[in-house]
């Protein structure tokens, strides 16, 4: 069966410095996604992406965050200048109709 | 925007019986999809089922169903023969079926524990 596949499944950062949390979508989808899951929180989106572009972003998704497709397969989600409060699990998700997601990043800013 | 609510943090289940989550949620659209999520303790995001707004027919999947009722915008998911491996935090979650708007707006959650 197809899967969204995540990696790391968890990146220890120090505060300031850059990541980049890498997806592979699932391959025949046209939707991928990025969300986040504060521990003990809800899932919040972050942002959607739509043949090469983003097509929609939460107020979360500042100028902080970035998303690129860089080639056929990969989508990646880049957090420059981490901070602590950006610790959280990130989640890559694709669909056509209903989302599939990946198991997640745990990301820790220390 | 769109809002859904998990009134129920916590629900606990014997092995074997049945159990019912609540979702509620607010939107001014008409068409619309609602999910459940299932989140075990490995934390990845499994897809239980889904409903079509536009379907008055609830969905099930094999122990999984809904009882979803627009006009009361609730959408509740019914667990039968409930077993060990469905403990888990379930999500409730409603996405537009506005093209090129297909976020997806999470409730906070039900722990769902289950008793052997």
């Known amino acids: 069966e197809p899967e969204v596949t995540q990696t790391p499944s968890h990146q220890v950062t120090q505060m300031g410095q850059e990541v980049i949390l890498r997806c592979v979508p699932i391959?025949?989808?046209?939707?991928f996604y990025w969300y986040r899951q504060i521990l003990g929180q809800k899932v919040e989106f972050l942002v959607s992406f739509y043949n090469n572009e983003i097509s929609e972003k939460s107020e979360i998704f500042d100028d902080q965050f970035s998303v690129e497709r860089p080639d056929g397969s990969n989508f990646t989600l880049k957090i420059r200048s981490t901070k602590l409060e950006d610790s959280a699990m990130y989640f890559c998700a694709s669909s056509n109709t209903e989302a599939f997601f990946g198991q997640g990043t745990r990301l820790t800013v220390v | 925007a769109q809002t859904v609510t998990q009134s129920q943090p916590e629900m606990s289940v014997q092995e074997a019986e049945t159990v019912t989550l609540s979702c509620t949620y607010d939107?001014?659209?008409?068409?619309?999809?609602l999910f459940w999520y299932k989140q075990p303790p490995s934390r990845q995001m499994i897809l239980v089922i889904r409903q079509e707004a536009y379907k008055q027919q609830n969905a099930t999947e094999n122990r999984f169903s809904v009882n979803f009722q627009k006009a009361a915008k609730s959408f509740s998911l019914k667990i039968s023969d409930s077993q060990l491996g469905d403990a888990a935090m379930y999500f409730c979650a409603y996405r537009s079926a506005a093209p090129l708007t297909r976020q997806l707006t999470f409730g906070s959650g039900t722990q769902l524990t289950v008793l052997p």
């Open positions: 939107t001014s659209e008409s068409d619309y999809y």
């Open positions: 391959s025949n989808h046209l939707y």
